[in-house]
């Protein structure tokens, strides 16, 4: 069955540091997604993606954060500048869907990055 | 915009019994309610899913059931398992793929 993988699995930097996390998306999917995890807190949407653009993007996704399908399988989350605040685990996720008939949504995960600021 | 509350953030049972988590939301254009099981370290995955035009879904043990008038809707789990614990999240959005708000979790036990 195919998944979602991302790459890395866990991700150190020191604080004010580029990242990108990488992500690649089930391969017959049209919508991508990024959401965070807070250690112990509920996962949060950051960012949804499709047709190479962003169609939506919550309060947490700021001027820091931009996200990038450079080729046709990868989709990438840049972080510029990070914060200790970042720390968490990012999970990329995508969906398929029908506009006709409204009726694939699911998302499905993948594994997540944990990304550890200092 | 949307908020997803979510009740018990604990619950033991016994092996065998079932488990009721309940959640409401509070945007009726949310037409969209998937449930996702995460286990410590783990991906969230998708368990069962839920659309407003149904009232109720069930998959072996599990079920969900919605009221779209008074905006809640619930996991139940019949003859649970120990391999059934972990943190259960409900979550809310549109038919369309977007923003899911997510519930801030329960954390099932199963206790043999």
């Known amino acids: 069955e195919p998944e979602v993988t991302q790459t890395p699995s866990h991700q150190v930097t020191q604080m004010g540091q580029e990242v990108i996390l990488r992500c690649v998306p089930i391969s017959n999917h049209l919508y991508f997604y990024w959401y965070r995890q807070i250690l112990g807190q509920k996962v949060e949407f950051l960012v949804s993606f499709y047709n190479n653009e962003i169609s939506e993007k919550s309060e947490i996704f700021d001027d820091q954060f931009s996200v990038e399908r450079p080729d046709g399988s990868n989709f990438t989350l840049k972080i510029r500048s990070t914060k200790l605040e970042d720390s968490a685990m990012y999970f990329c996720?995508?969906?398929?869907?029908?506009?006709?008939?409204?009726?694939?949504?699911?998302?499905?995960f993948g594994p997540g990055t944990r990304l550890t600021v200092l | 915009g949307e908020n997803v509350e979510q009740h018990p953030s604990t619950l033991s049972v016994q092996e065998g019994d079932s488990a009721v988590i309940k959640c409401t939301y509070s945007?009726?254009?949310?037409?969209?309610f998937p449930w996702y099981k995460q286990e410590l370290g783990k991906r969230p995955q998708l368990i069962i899913d839920?659309?407003?035009?149904?009232g109720e879904k069930k998959d072996q043990r599990i079920a969900v059931t919605l009221n779209k008038t008074a905006k809640h809707f619930s996991l139940h789990i019949t003859e649970t398992q120990p391999e059934d614990s972990a943190v259960y999240f409900c979550a809310a959005g549109t038919y369309y793929g977007q923003n899911f708000v997510f519930g801030p979790g329960t954390r099932l036990s199963v206790l043999p």
């Open positions: 839920i659309r407003s035009n149904v």
């Open positions: 996720a995508s969906s398929t869907q029908h506009p006709t008939s409204g009726n694939t949504d699911t998302q499905y």
């Open positions: 945007d009726s254009a949310s037409n969209y």
